[in-house]
């Protein structure tokens, strides 16, 4: 029974490139979240979807910033025209429901240079 | 003022002693709290839920809510050096739909 799967564990992109990062939630949960997490920081929630909708998406820059669930595959949280200040953990949730505890993947490190 | 409030530690227990975590909260609203784990470098990972005022247990931890002053908090019995970590306390936003973290509690346990 997999877990949240994140990948990659590890990205590193230049200023100004797009990062992509994936999330499959446990098999049968139907909410996903994603948050971010800075050193020293708690964590940060960004967006909350369902399949094919956002929920929730009141925690996400206005620019640059994307997610989606689709149907078919995994979640996907883009930034584009990516800047150091975006370096950071990026973890994806999943949960049954929408009061129930998170089940956590393990996290995209995002390394900007 | 923060959603959900933290001692950030570090918080130091010697082996077999009692750890004692706490957190404040400010939405009125909120009726679910969870306590998680993070290990260095690691993702979280929930240990604890609580949803009605009083204690509630699962093997060395017990979690405490009181909804009058707005506090919940972890305590860990017989504390392991694997106990070592940082532990978040996460309430639910009144509204739904999202949780607000802590910064963390940062817990070693001396052997």
């Known amino acids: 029974n997999a877990g949240v799967m994140q990948n990659p564990r590890h990205l590193v992109r230049r200023r100004g490139q797009e990062a992509r990062l994936r999330c499959s939630p446990v098999?049968?949960?139907?909410?996903v979240y994603w948050y971010r997490q800075l050193p020293e920081e708690g964590l940060k929630f960004m967006v909350y979807l369902q399949k094919e909708n956002i929920i929730d998406e009141s925690g996400m820059p206005k620019e640059r910033f994307s997610a989606e669930f689709p149907k078919e595959g995994p979640s996907i949280l883009r930034i584009q025209q990516v800047v150091r200040g975006d370096s950071a953990a990026y973890f994806c949730?999943?949960?049954?429901?929408?009061?129930?505890?998170?089940?956590f993947g393990s996290g995209t490190r995002l390394t900007v240079v | 003022q923060k959603e959900v409030e933290q001692n950030s530690g570090p918080l130091s227990v010697p082996e077999g002693a009692i750890a004692s975590l706490n957190c404040t909260y400010s939405?009125?609203?909120?009726?679910?709290f969870f306590w998680y784990r993070q290990y260095s470098g690691k993702s979280p990972e929930l240990i604890m839920s609580i949803y009605s005022n009083g204690d509630k247990e699962d093997g060395r931890f017990t979690a405490q809510l009181n909804k009058a002053s707005q506090y919940v908090s972890l305590l860990i019995r017989d504390s392991q050096p694997s106990d070592s970590a940082t532990y978040l306390c996460a309430v639910e936003r009144g509204s739904g739909n999202q949780f607000y973290f802590g910064t963390g509690t940062s817990l070693t346990v001396i052997p």
């Open positions: 939405d009125r609203v909120s009726q679910s």
């Open positions: 949730a999943s949960s049954p429901g929408e009061r129930d505890g998170y089940t």
């Open positions: 098999k049968g949960h139907s909410h």
